[in-house]
């Protein structure tokens, strides 16, 4: 596809409340806005979230990455593929999530009839870390907008106190996950994960920080296991069966570098899509994603999707975007990825 201008905005959303978890603390998310511009004028959006606090690319790398791609004069999936050496996973992510935008956008101006209305994406609610009470008042919360599943952020703090408060204030009927992010030994994930067994938890994401680690977890406890940091291709994915490693895998399209790897590491493992804590468009690319998942059956039928974590935003960048209603994620009817942008918002929080 020729490209006639290639845009690139940094720019941050500031959580509602700090984001804590094993990790760390954030009090805003960085993200980069690409916009690519064809030359018959239609313009693709997509969005990179640099994840530096897994080690991965700074935001200024990921920046200078996408502005190199106006240099190419033409990119499409082949030559982003044969080239992705040179793009960090969160860069290619954009790249490809702008042409997908950009293919979904001149598919429906040459279309005759209207588009059909998106399915709706059934929704996780994400907790960060805090105090049991604290932790059990907010699923509450959550719970009376509808949500059913709860994803609690375990490494920091009383971890068995947190999941024994949420299912005492769920009851019995709630579905309850939970994701170390890689901060447990492998001594203390077993000691954990056998504590926390008898309070129904849906999967461990994450508990140890390798594949290796994970096979020795998964043999001591019935909680099945979904790998995400480290599953981040095709291959890992092939690893982590052939290692007995975990059942499942959580996917953020920012990770794994787009929505082809995504669905390809779902045909080896049963997967979920997760938000890296995107912007509008990384959302709405990771829904479109989720349903192609769901239609063909790459998961495990009424499992949640992590990707309601636009809630956890103050504001947005968006003036047309994926909406919550009833624990559900309802993507907009527009074209391609169907996302406008509020220009206002954009340079308001543009770093």
């Not at 290639?6 to 805003?28: C, H, M, N, S, W």
């Not at 468009?281 to 636009?310: C, E, F, N, R, S």
């Not at 968006?318 to 209603?325: D, H, K, T």
Request: with cysteine; net charge negative; aromatic share 2%.
């Amino acid at each position: 596809m020729r490209l006639a201008s290639v845009e690139v905005i940094p720019y941050a959303l500031p959580f509602k409340d700090p984001y804590v978890t094993a990790r760390g603390r954030l009090e805003q998310r960085e993200m980069v806005l690409l916009r690519l511009r064809s030359d018959d004028g239609l313009v693709g959006l997509g969005e990179a979230v640099p994840l530096s606090l897994r080690g991965g690319a700074p935001l200024l790398q990921v920046v200078t990455e996408l502005e190199g791609l106006a240099n190419r004069g033409e990119v499409d999936e082949e030559t982003l593929a044969s080239g992705a050496p040179t793009l960090s996973a969160p860069a290619r992510c954009a790249a490809l999530t702008a042409l997908l935008d950009l293919r979904g956008r001149r598919a429906a101006s040459e279309a005759a009839s209207a588009a059909a209305t998106p399915e709706p994406i059934k929704c996780n609610a994400t907790l960060v870390a805090g105090e049991p009470a604290a932790v059990a008042a907010e699923a509450e919360r959550w719970a009376s907008e509808g949500f059913s599943t709860f994803k609690l952020k375990l490494g920091v703090g009383d971890d068995v106190g947190q999941v024994r408060a949420v299912r005492e204030a769920l009851g019995p009927g709630a579905r309850i996950r939970v994701d170390a992010n890689a901060a447990w030994e492998v001594e203390t994930a077993q000691r954990t994960l056998r504590e926390i067994e008898p309070f129904d938890v849906e999967l461990a994401e994450q508990p140890v920080a390798t594949l290796e680690e994970a096979a020795q977890v998964s043999g001591s406890t019935s909680i099945p296991l979904a790998g995400d940091e480290s599953i981040e291709s095709r291959s890992d994915a092939v690893r982590a069966v052939k290692l007995s490693a975990c059942r499942l895998a959580g996917l953020k399209l920012s990770k794994v570098g787009g929505p082809e790897e995504a669905i390809a590491i779902a045909e080896v493992l049963p997967s979920f899509v997760s938000s890296a804590l995107d912007g509008p468009v990384g959302i709405a690319a990771a829904a479109q994603v989720a349903q192609t998942l769901d239609q063909a059956a790459l998961g495990i039928p009424h499992l949640a999707h992590g990707l309601a974590t636009q809630r956890l935003f103050s504001s947005t960048i968006a003036a047309v975007e994926c909406e919550l209603r009833d624990g559900m994620l309802h993507p907009p009817d527009g074209p391609g990825l169907g996302i406008e942008i509020d220009e206002a918002a954009l340079r308001a929080h543009r770093l």
